[in-house]
């Protein structure tokens, strides 16, 4: 079946440390995103790619890397410059152009030991 | 003041009421809005796309945009308690594919 895979469902961080958040789709979708999810606060974009080897800041890039090497994978790195990194992350993917939607994962839940 | 305001309710209703979920929004270039579902633990569930003004339907769900009033609505026919979820809204500018903008969700409770 096709569809958005993101691993591990969950996630704990020791202070210091930077993790990085797995996305991988098989849909032959061009465009990647990352999202952070918070608590009475809807969704907020981290970073987006639309093609490999290319990528752009979303609204709350500060303390996050990304890279994109290939269309299927999309890891998200929270570096040890994020000082609230508690959230649910959310990975998503579209075709490419044309304001398609965007489908899912089901989220990493990281938390901080 | 938020882009898009979302009611977060809780929404409580009993199986087999119709429901009527809501968004506004402020930006007029806003062209293309999508309706999701997402569950507890569960990553967002597309349920509907549209572009024009007007209604759309896709059998128990029926989707609603007025841009004269910048107002979205989706409405869920014969409610089950397998429709208690958060309802998200999302939506973008024709000039930007890559950035939809969410509201905050509503929560919907369908008692048995």
């Known amino acids: 079946d096709g569809g958005i895979t993101q691993s591990p469902k969950y996630l704990f961080r020791k202070e210091g440390q930077n993790v990085t958040l797995s996305c991988e789709q098989n849909?032959?979708?061009?465009?990647m995103y990352w999202y952070r999810q918070d608590p009475g606060q809807g969704l907020r974009l981290i970073y987006y790619?639309?093609?490999?080897?290319?990528?752009q800041k979303g609204d709350i890039a500060e303390g996050y890397s990304v890279s994109r090497e290939k269309k299927e994978s999309f890891p998200l790195t929270v570096t040890s410059a994020q000082k609230n990194p508690t959230a649910f992350y959310l990975c998503?993917?579209?075709f490419g152009h044309g304001n398609q939607p965007q489908h899912f994962g089901d989220g990493t839940r990281l938390s901080i030991l | 003041q938020k882009e898009v305001e979302q009611d977060p309710g809780p929404l409580s209703v009993p199986e087999g009421a119709i429901v009527s979920l809501n968004c506004t929004y402020s930006?007029?270039?806003?062209?293309?809005f999508m309706w999701y579902r997402q569950y507890s633990r569960k990553g967002p569930e597309l349920l509907m796309y549209t572009y024009s003004s007007g209604n759309k339907e896709d059998g128990r769900f029926t989707a609603q945009v007025d841009k004269s009033s910048k107002y979205i609505s989706l409405f869920i026919r014969d409610s089950q308690p397998s429709d208690s979820a958060t309802y998200l809204c999302a939506m973008t500018p024709m000039d930007s594919s890559y950035k939809l903008i969410f509201g905050s969700g509503t929560r919907l409770l369908v008692r048995p």
């Open positions: 998503a993917s579209s």
């Open positions: 790619s639309q093609i490999v080897n290319d990528f």
């Open positions: 849909l032959n979708h061009d465009a």
């Open positions: 930006n007029s270039a806003f062209q293309y």
